[in-house]
């Protein structure tokens, strides 16, 4: 099985003192985001060497196998061949990997496994097929479905499509979670490098009420002067 010959390379690469580095990190203490991962101790381009080098041999039965799978850099890599896979795939194939990818996504529970593989595979599949998915998992009430859906909209970013982004930005307001408002922020940041004065009527209608943190990542790029007009506010 492909996924026997993923695993052993992964685990081949693997630095202890990596791995510990990671599970700070990635707050896998009691309480903390990343409660109860498990790490090798890679790094993301030794997994994408991983990821790119069996992505054709591998079946997608496998990848959905090693997407399950306990250690966080499996899950990792086995995103890296969905989104290699995504890209050479037609329709139907498409299709087969955002079905798989969606009917998983308890799986992809850490911001490094939604970032991955958001953009490039629910945002460029809900780009042409509807947005229909993206608002279900924007209220589910679970934050890492919040932020496939949130990361999602790079994709309509960088083809010039910002409604969904902003309409987000907005949902989420009022969400408790830091990771939540880092998103947005940064989501908001991108739309603002397409349409700055879109941004600007935004914080002009929300900034007040904007998370801290959401608003200091989208403004990130503005002049100092302006920032500080917004972070006064």
Same mark, same amino acid.
């Given at each position: 099985? #492909?996924?026997?010959? &993923? ?16 599970? &700070? ?7 903390? +985001? ?8 890679? *790094?993301?381009?030794?997994? %994408?060497? #991983?990821? @790119? @080098? +069996? ?10 196998? !090693?997407? *399950? ?5 499996? %899950? ?21 990997? &955002?079905?798989?990818?969606? $009917?998983?996504?308890?799986?992809? =529970?850490?911001?490094?496994? #939604?970032? !991955? ?24 009430? =679970? !934050?890492? %479905?919040?932020?496939?859906? /949130? ?7 960088? %083809? ?19 990771? /939540? ?28 009420? /904007?998370?801290?943190?959401? !608003?200091?990542? $989208? ?15």
């Amino acid at each position: 099985m #492909v996924i026997n010959k &993923v695993l052993k390379d992964l685990k081949s690469l693997g630095d202890k003192k990596f791995a510990e580095h990671h599970a &700070v990190f990635f707050q896998t203490h009691k309480g903390g +985001y990343g409660e109860g991962d498990l790490f090798w101790g890679l *790094r993301v381009p030794q997994q %994408r060497t #991983v990821a @790119k @080098k +069996y992505y054709e041999e591998i079946t997608l039965k496998e990848t959905e196998k !090693l997407l *399950r799978d306990k250690i966080h850099e499996a %899950r990792f890599t086995a995103l890296a061949i969905l989104g290699e896979k995504y890209k050479k795939a037609g329709g139907k194939e498409k299709k087969a990997i &955002v079905k798989m990818y969606l $009917a998983n996504t308890k799986y992809i =529970n850490n911001w490094d496994l #939604v970032d !991955l593989s958001a953009p490039n595979i629910a945002g460029a599949f809900w780009f042409d097929s509807g947005i229909g998915d993206m608002m279900k998992l924007a209220k589910s009430g =679970n !934050l890492w %479905r919040e932020r496939i859906a /949130m990361l999602s909209t790079l994709y309509f970013i960088r %083809r010039g499509r910002l409604k969904e982004t902003f309409d987000l930005a907005e949902m989420f307001l009022d969400h408790k979670h830091d990771l /939540m408002h880092k998103a947005a922020g940064w989501m908001l940041r991108e739309a603002g490098k397409e349409d700055i004065k879109s941004l600007r009527a935004f914080l002009d209608k929300n900034g007040k009420k /904007m998370p801290r943190t959401m !608003l200091r990542y $989208a403004i990130e790029k503005f002049p100092e002067k302006e920032r500080k007009k917004y972070l006064k506010r």
